[in-house]
Every structure is written in C-alpha cells, then in structure tokens.
C-alpha cells in the first residue's frame, strides 16, 4: 500500500523524533560533598566546598551555593555555571581558594570567593530551591533543604579537618563526619584517578578576584532567576554553553533542533506533492 507524500512525512517524522536522544536536566543528584575550613589555625585562605554528582546532571545560571551565619542570616551567593553545563557521573566539582590548589595538586572549578565562619550553613540552591544543606559548629537558627525540613541536627569540626558527606539520610549528625581533607575525591578513603566526567581545568594562572559582596538584599519570592551575588570572572571552566538557556542541552549527535526536520520534511511533502499532480 502506497502512503501519500503527508503520510510518509508524517510516518518519518515520528521516527525521528522518537530516534532522537533525552537530555537529562536534573539538579536533584546534586550534593554537598566536603566543607573544608581553618579559620581555627588562623589561616582563613585555606578552605574549600565540594560537590558531587554520582548520577549525572546539569548545572544552570540560577545554580548557586549559598553561605548563611549561625543565626541564618544570609552571608553571600556564588554562582556555579554562567550557562547551562551539563556533566556525567562521577563528577567532582571544586571550590576552592588557590591555597587549596597549591596545597594538594588538584584544580578547581570555581574559585571560592566567600569566607567560611567558625560555625556557618552552606546550602545548594537552584532556581531559589534549597536541594542540600550542611551546617557545622553552633547553629541557632537552622536553614532546611527539600528533603530534610525536620533535620534541626549539626556537625562539629575538629582541628584541620574537613566535614565530608559519608550517607544520605538527610540528617546532617549522620551524614556527615569529621575527617582529614580530601578534595576531588571520595570521602572513603579511597584514591580517586582522575579526569571526572567533568570539563577539564585550562592550564592558565588561578586568581582570585575582589571582595564577596553582600547579598542580604536577596529577594525569595516568586519563580524569577536567583540573585547573581557573585560572578567569578577567572574560572570558566564549566561554561559549555556560552549562551546560556533554561534547560540543558545533554544530547549526543548533531545539533540543529527538530525544527530543522520539520522544515525538511515540509519541503519533501511539497515537493513530492507537485511531481503527483505534474
């Protein structure tokens, strides 16, 4: 049976639309990987956040990692990708302030730019959704995320130790643990080797750049894009789309879009169309 030039049109752009590869856009696998500071040895430049991602996923310009102090008073934002950069698994992704860099050979994805307090709240945070939170030292007035809204529990730093991630139970006193620093890898102890699923760091000079500003005046309401309180002008490592855009474009194969096709197969219809009637 003969299908008309529509049908067959029809019947091929489903097949190619069907054909064509998912992007997998989520921040949810995101985590709070290691916190690392020494304000307590006097030297506050040494210090570092990490991240990890053991599913795969993308990083968007309302991504962010935000500081608050003990009371909860929200400190300062940085933002993590200028654009839409998606990644696989495992990926580590770094913070860190050049002392960090220095000190254990390993690069960085971001500088960090905002001081970590004696006892402090971190939480990731995309499109104004607190997704993981980790606070240490005293706290009085807790910061929840999305999948821990009753944890009210905090971890305690010992000296020249980091607070690292070693469950998910969204209880940070079980989650986490006090132990000796280890950026770039897993917090088991284990010798991570190096590349992550990541992009991979240009050899050009780390430098820190100016003040971390203030970002009190954040505004949390609404669906508008975060509050951009910090961009890092020195690491761009992750900017895999320069454009930016709000969903991320993970797909493999040639770029172009369905209305590419749509426009292609409209062509064949027309074109098919005339030689019948010719």
Same mark, same amino acid.
């Given at each position: 049976?003969?299908?008309?030039?529509?049908?067959?049109?029809?019947?091929?752009?489903?097949?190619?639309?069907?054909?064509?590869?998912?992007?997998?856009?989520?921040?949810?696998? #995101?985590?709070?990987?290691?916190?690392?500071?020494?304000?307590?040895?006097?030297?506050?430049?040494?210090?570092?956040?990490?991240?990890?991602?053991?599913?795969?996923?993308?990083?968007?310009?309302?991504?962010?990692?935000?500081?608050?102090?003990?009371?909860?008073?929200?400190?300062?934002?940085?933002?993590? /990708?200028?654009?839409?950069?998606?990644?696989?698994?495992?990926?580590?992704?770094?913070?860190?302030?050049?002392?960090?860099?220095?000190? @254990?050979?390993?690069?960085?994805?971001?500088?960090?730019?905002?001081?970590?307090?004696?006892?402090?709240?971190?939480?990731?945070?995309?499109?104004?959704?607190?997704?993981?939170?980790?606070? #240490?030292?005293?706290?009085?007035?807790?910061?929840?995320?999305? @999948?821990?809204?009753?944890?009210?529990?905090?971890?305690?730093?010992?000296?020249?130790?980091?607070?690292?991630?070693?469950?998910?139970?969204?209880?940070?006193?079980?989650?986490?643990?006090?132990?000796?620093?280890?950026?770039?890898?897993?917090?088991?102890?284990?010798? #991570?080797?190096?590349?992550?699923?990541?992009?991979?760091?240009?050899?050009? /000079?780390?430098?820190? /750049?100016?003040?971390?500003?203030?970002?009190?005046?954040?505004?949390?309401?609404?669906?508008?894009?975060?509050?951009?309180?910090?961009?890092?002008?020195?690491?761009?490592?992750?900017?895999?789309?320069?454009?930016?855009?709000?969903?991320?474009?993970?797909?493999?194969?040639?770029?172009?879009?369905?209305?590419?096709?749509?426009?292609?197969?409209?062509?064949?219809? #027309?074109?098919?169309?005339?030689?019948?009637?010719?």
């Amino acid at each position: 049976m003969r299908l008309c030039p529509l049908r067959y049109a029809l019947a091929l752009l489903a097949a190619l639309l069907v054909g064509m590869p998912s992007a997998s856009a989520g921040v949810e696998h #995101w985590q709070l990987s290691e916190v690392f500071q020494d304000s307590s040895q006097g030297n506050a430049n040494r210090r570092f956040v990490e991240l990890s991602n053991t599913e795969g996923g993308c990083l968007f310009p309302t991504s962010t990692l935000d500081f608050y102090d003990a009371e909860g008073q929200l400190l300062s934002i940085q933002s993590l /990708a200028q654009g839409t950069s998606c990644f696989g698994a495992p990926t580590y992704f770094l913070l860190a302030t050049p002392e960090i860099t220095s000190e @254990f050979g390993v690069p960085r994805d971001r500088a960090l730019l905002a001081s970590l307090p004696a006892a402090g709240q971190i939480c990731f945070s995309s499109s104004q959704t607190n997704y993981d939170c980790v606070r #240490w030292g005293t706290i009085s007035n807790v910061i929840v995320d999305l @999948f821990g809204q009753g944890d009210q529990t905090t971890i305690s730093v010992g000296s020249n130790l980091s607070i690292s991630r070693i469950a998910t139970t969204h209880l940070v006193d079980t989650d986490w643990q006090a132990r000796s620093p280890s950026p770039r890898q897993p917090n088991d102890g284990s010798v #991570w080797i190096p590349p992550d699923a990541g992009p991979q760091p240009d050899a050009g /000079a780390i430098v820190d /750049a100016g003040e971390v500003s203030d970002a009190r005046m954040r505004i949390d309401s609404g669906a508008g894009a975060d509050a951009q309180g910090i961009v890092d002008t020195n690491d761009r490592y992750l900017d895999l789309d320069p454009t930016g855009g709000a969903s991320c474009s993970c797909q493999s194969g040639p770029g172009g879009g369905s209305a590419v096709w749509i426009f292609a197969l409209l062509l064949l219809w #027309w074109r098919s169309g005339k030689r019948i009637k010719g």
